[in-house]
């Protein structure tokens, strides 16, 4: 392939290629180094427009970062044209409309900080340096998703440039097909370069973790559950089992989240001291810019993770269990409902808002995984009481998850969205919902 001649259709526009100083950051993710050809940083939809018609005429893949944490490497590029959106991090807020203008490159954690002075705020990831992009596209499940919905929730527009370069404003009225495939569908249909949302009214927040002696798995869950899905919308528990590591024995924690007095939390807090022997408990008072943590992962780690929506029963606690029993994988149960379940399933491409929880499963890997190995054993039995998958929270990036991620009618509808506005597929890949076969880029955050 001839070197690509961007200086054609792009001006006073940052270019780095292999070799060049700041090359190795631009490329990195939390997976590792990329290898892209060229990395371009915009800082304009207009620079984001001039690079997708550059990849578009020399036919070269594009691939999108911003926090650069995809957990299936959609933001780790091996080849073709890189763009990175962290130049693009502009927070815009206007408090009497609580309206939130952001960047395509900005990070849920500049976004809380942004909201704090204002007592705004809206449903992030648990990781301050998740790219708002990213996971908004997943649909965004975070610790303010019962009380308020998905981070999709509070989307109320989007400024995105196709596959032909075109610069447009999406919303309820204007594209709302676009804007609907925006809401959860995850990557393909378009490089957004704006999301406008409205905040909600969010103050302090009861937050930390109780620790718990963990002989007692089954126990625990149980506890858990029956305070979880009897628990006030403004409650939002994670219970994690971790195996031993190294010199670490295994731990069963909790983490609570109450937004709301804390004195109006302290029934839920007496109940779930009670499910078992308490270890130790952080739990304070804190804003709720300070609840979202750092990534603690060094860059490179390979991981396997994949998740399944779930009702609390007793079969799918047991499978819970028996996972956790074999001693491979961090496992997680998050509590969902609420809000999340007052929005009708086809009103986003999230498709998954019935269930009462969302499990996760991580397991740290030695080094690449074989074609068909079972990465995290035992998780099967867990899939089979639950149903999808959210695709923030998978490493694989197959066949199989977009099957279980998107039912049928979403899946069509999405297909049916990105092949009109981008009939050749460059900013899908086969791993993306309505992908057609004939893709060649990839646009994640």
């Known amino acids: 392939m001839t070197t690509p001649d961007l200086s054609t259709i792009m001006t006073d526009l940052p270019v780095l290629r292999r070799g ?11 997976l590792g180094d990329g290898d892209p050809e060229l990395v371009v940083r915009p800082r304009s939809a207009a620079d984001v427009a001039a690079a997708v018609q550059t990849a578009h005429r020399d036919g070269l893949a594009l691939t999108v970062r911003a926090g650069g944490h995809s957990m299936a490497g959609l933001s780790l590029a091996s080849d073709g044209l890189l763009l990175d959106l962290r ?42 340096g998740v790219g708002v992009g990213g996971l908004t596209l997943g649909g965004g499940i975070g610790w303010m998703a019962r ?27 204007e594209h709302p097909d676009l804007f609907w495939s925006l809401r959860g569908g995850g990557p393909g249909s378009g490089v957004v370069t704006r999301f406008d949302f409205r905040a909600q009214q969010v103050g302090d927040v009861l937050f930390g973790t109780i620790m718990f002696e963990p002989s007692d798995t089954a126990g625990l869950l149980a506890g858990w559950r029956d305070v979880q899905r009897d628990a006030d919308e403004r409650l939002t528990t994670v219970l994690s089992m971790m195996p031993a590591m190294g010199e670490h024995p295994p731990m069963v924690m909790v983490q609570v989240c109450f937004d709301g007095p804390a004195a109006e939390a302290q029934g839920y807090v007496d109940q779930l001291l009670g499910i078992g022997q308490v270890l130790s408990s952080d739990l304070s008072v804190r ?122 009618p979403t899946r069509e509808r999405l297909r049916r969205t990105r092949s009109e506005h981008d009939p050749r597929g460059m900013l899908s890949v086969r791993a993306t919902a309505g992908a057609p076969a004939n893709s060649r880029g990839a646009v994640a955050d």
Request: glycine share 10%.
């Open 20 to 30: 060049d100083a700041e090359y190795g950051d631009a490329a990195r993710t939390l």
């Open 287 to 408: 804003p709720y810019a300070e609840v979202l943590e750092d990534e603690d992962r060094p860059p490179g780690v390979r991981v396997a993770v994949t998740s399944t929506f779930l009702d609390l029963d007793d079969p799918a606690l047991a499978a819970l269990v028996a996972l956790h029993a074999d001693g491979g994988a961090m496992v997680s149960l998050r509590g969902l409902g609420g809000a999340v379940a007052r929005v009708p399933a086809e009103s986003t491409a999230f498709a998954h808002r019935s269930a009462e929880a969302m499990a996760v499963a991580l397991r740290f890997l030695p080094g690449a995984p074989e074609p068909g190995e079972d990465v995290i054993p035992g998780w099967a039995a867990v899939a089979e009481q639950g149903s999808g998958t959210y695709i923030n929270f998978s490493s694989a990036a197959d066949e199989s998850m977009l099957a279980a991620a998107f039912p049928p």
């Open 147 to 173: 009380r308020y919905g998905l981070a999709i929730d509070s989307l109320i527009g989007a400024q995105l440039v196709t596959a032909a370069g075109e610069i447009l404003e999406v919303s309820a009225r």
């Open 87 to 128: 130049s693009m991090a502009e927070i815009e807020v206007d408090p009497p409309t609580r309206i939130v203008r952001i960047g395509g490159g900005a990070t849920w954690g500049a976004v809380a900080t942004a909201l704090q002075p204002h007592g705004l705020g809206i449903t992030a990831g648990d990781t301050a």
